[in-house]
């Protein structure tokens, strides 16, 4: 019997479908032979430096974890111990708040080193003991490390605790950074410097210095006031607005105070 005209055709293409097939599972076969030959070199050419680093890594993020863990222990216990410094000074016993505060004064390059540092001198000031609060803040004002805020206001403090035994200029010099509208120790600042003016005769740098701060309403009354009478005495003209007795600005023509006879 003689076999349909196609079957030779299909018989020939399943047997061209099934080479192609084990030709391909050869490929996949040699190409999965290669690759494990290549992973097996690769791992023996250099598996261990591979794992040395991996160990390594591993080894430097558990050493992070523990450092940070370490740094926010410590963060927590300064804290505690700043509070409890505070409510030593709350409750009037100044000399045990500041013996409390060393601890945290010990933890160096710190901001709660620092904030301790100067809490600590006006601890001493109260105490009676200036010198020592003014080495506190002349240690403070000359740490690279601490905050700059705290630098500025540690050196406002140290001027105007050593004002007396300070050269004008050394005044000046100190603060002048400090003593331009607009830095947060403008007020304090310049009114040190201006009295340094004064103490060098130099009326005409003090006037002008002493009408900006009476300008400035963003600083206290009291220093305005002041102010505005230096400045007055001194032929300049002080204010926008004039302060009434109750504090408050009060806006009004420019006059200068006339000088004393």
Not at 16 to 44: C, I, M, P
Not at 134 to 152: F, K, L, N, S, W
Not at 223 to 228: E, P
Request: net charge negative; charged share 25%.
């Amino acid at each position: 019997m003689a076999l349909p005209p196609n079957s030779t055709d299909n018989a020939q293409e399943r047997a061209r479908k099934k080479a192609d097939a084990e030709q391909e599972t050869f490929v996949r076969e040699v190409d999965d032979a290669l690759r494990q030959d290549q992973f097996e070199g690769f791992f023996r050419r250099f598996g261990k430096p591979v794992i040395g680093i991996v160990v390594a890594g591993l080894a430097g993020l558990a050493g992070y974890l523990f450092w940070h863990e370490h740094q926010q222990s410590l963060a927590d216990e300064r804290s505690e111990q700043f509070v409890v410094a505070l409510d030593e000074l709350e409750a009037g016993n100044q000399q045990a708040a500041y013996d409390k505060l060393q601890p945290v004064i010990e933890q160096e390059g710190t901001a709660s080193a620092t904030s301790a540092a100067l809490l600590r001198a006006g601890i001493a000031i109260e105490l009676g003991r200036a010198k020592e609060a003014q080495g506190i803040y002349e240690a403070v004002a000359a740490d690279a490390d601490a905050p700059q805020p705290m630098r500025d206001l540690a050196q406002v403090r140290f001027v105007a605790l050593q004002y007396d035994e300070l050269k004008p200029q050394q005044v000046i010099e100190r603060l002048k950074p400090l003593a331009v509208p607009g830095n947060a120790w403008f007020g304090v600042a310049g009114e040190l410097v201006g009295m340094a003016y004064l103490d060098q005769g130099k009326d005409d740098l003090a006037g002008p210095l002493f009408a900006l701060i009476a300008r400035d309403k963003d600083l206290p009354t009291s220093l305005r006031a002041r102010a505005r009478q230096l400045a007055g005495l001194l032929g300049v003209d002080a204010l926008d607005s004039e302060i009434g007795e109750d504090g408050e600005g009060v806006d009004g023509p420019a006059t200068a105070v006339s000088s004393a006879p």
